[in-house]
């Protein structure tokens, strides 16, 4: 209980992995396209397509929100990510599904008897339903057909697509194209880091079935979100808690986000914690807005650094030095090597999702805050190259 005695408000902003915030800043339309390509029927091109964007774009976010649409029309959503036996794993649910929708094994006579003089009365056999599933094909084909479904279809998702095996995607390829040949209700959402993605479809340019297949899904690429759109969310989610702040501390708020969904996440999960209850005032907002701050290194930039070679972080570090985009020149010169040593180290960082580079060829970060989550940690990052 608060000391007022009233029962505290739990806090609407969601910022772990995954979870889904109550507003969906920003994404209004792209949520309205896929309600479109559901009720479109078969051949809509929102029934496949790539979700992409930055770490903390809210890839998987959308995903999930895009899933739940799909069950309130009476979908049936598998939701896999790209790790080793992915296939496998979707042939398993789709079954698990059929036979709840009502479909079952086909039964098997394994042995008969026969009315036979002296009592014997005819009957059979029946071998146990299979422990495996079938293929994934068949099994989406026959959950496809079950009577519940009939006006609606099954959706898969599929997260961080740009690490599936070659033998799986081929697989997913083929599977997807039969059934949308045979114009079946089926959608397949696969997100990834932009850049990876890319890699991906270039790396299978050479097998015409996957490349054709990737390169027919639609694109969505995920990026910040305006940032008067994230003042707005934030005005209206404290109304909604009958809770209150000054217009400029929300702008406060949403400008410390930079439109990252991620950061909106975490600043108003913390500026809301620290404020506890009635008006949220400048100063909760600055000390909920530096733990924000020290929070997204750990939980974003740590991981990701960690999972980069000692070269990688040494070029985010010298990129860190300048206040904005980094020439590729300077960078060389910080690192001492030739510019054309940079070639390989880009694409690393791009399909990382560490760094974006712009048509005039300068690289920036991908990402809120890294900037300075490197400059504050630049020393430790320097000791362990």
């Known amino acids: 209980m608060s000391p007022a005695g009233r029962v505290r408000v739990p806090n609407p902003f969601k910022p772990s992995a995954g979870s889904t915030p109550p507003v969906l800043v920003g994404r209004g339309q792209v949520l309205e396209d896929f309600r479109d390509a559901l009720e479109d029927g078969p051949g809509a091109p929102g029934r496949l397509q790539f979700v992409t964007g930055a770490r903390g774009v809210g890839k998987t976010v959308l995903l999930t929100k895009m899933g739940s649409i799909a069950r309130d029309r009476k979908w049936v959503v ?62 989406l084909t026959r959950l496809l057909g079950a009577p519940l479904l009939q006006g609606a279809g099954v959706m898969i998702t599929v997260d961080e697509i740009h690490t599936i095996g070659s033998d799986e995607l081929d697989q997913l390829a083929a599977v997807v194209q039969h ?81 990252y969904p991620f950061m909106i996440q975490l600043v108003g999960y913390h500026v809301w914690r620290i404020g506890r209850e009635g008006t949220i005032t400048a100063d909760h907002a600055a000390q909920g807005i530096a733990v924000a701050r020290r929070k997204i290194g750990n939980l974003v930039h740590a991981p990701a650094l960690q999972d980069l070679s000692d070269v990688d972080r040494t070029i985010l570090v010298a990129m860190c030095q300048d206040e904005g985009p980094s020439s590729p020149g300077a960078i060389a010169a910080r690192i001492g090597r030739a510019t054309n040593y940079l070639a390989v180290y880009r694409r690393r960082l791009e399909s990382a999702g560490m760094v974006q580079v712009g048509d005039d060829g300068r690289w920036r970060f991908a990402t809120p805050e890294l900037r300075q989550y490197l400059r504050d940690h630049a020393a430790h990052l320097a000791l362990n190259n």
């Open 179 to 259: 059934l949308i040949r045979d114009e079946a209700e089926i959608v397949l959402v696969m997100a990834g880091i932009p850049q990876a993605v890319d890699q991906m479809i270039a790396d299978n340019a050479q097998r015409p079935r996957v490349s054709t297949f990737l390169r027919r899904a639609e694109r969505l690429d995920l990026g910040a979100v305006d940032v008067d759109l994230v003042q707005e969310a934030f005005e209206m989610t404290v109304a909604d808690f009958e809770r209150s702040w000054a217009p400029e501390v929300a702008q406060t708020c949403a400008e410390a986000t930079g439109g």
């Open 78 to 139: 598998l939701d896999e990510t790209a790790t080793s036996g992915m296939i496998d794993r979707l042939a398993r649910a789709a079954r698990r599904e059929r036979i709840a929708a009502g479909v079952e094994d086909p039964t098997e006579i394994v042995g008969r008897t026969y009315g036979l003089p002296g009592g014997w009365q005819a009957g059979a056999t029946f071998a146990p339903p299979p422990q495996d599933p079938f293929e994934l094909r068949q099994e």
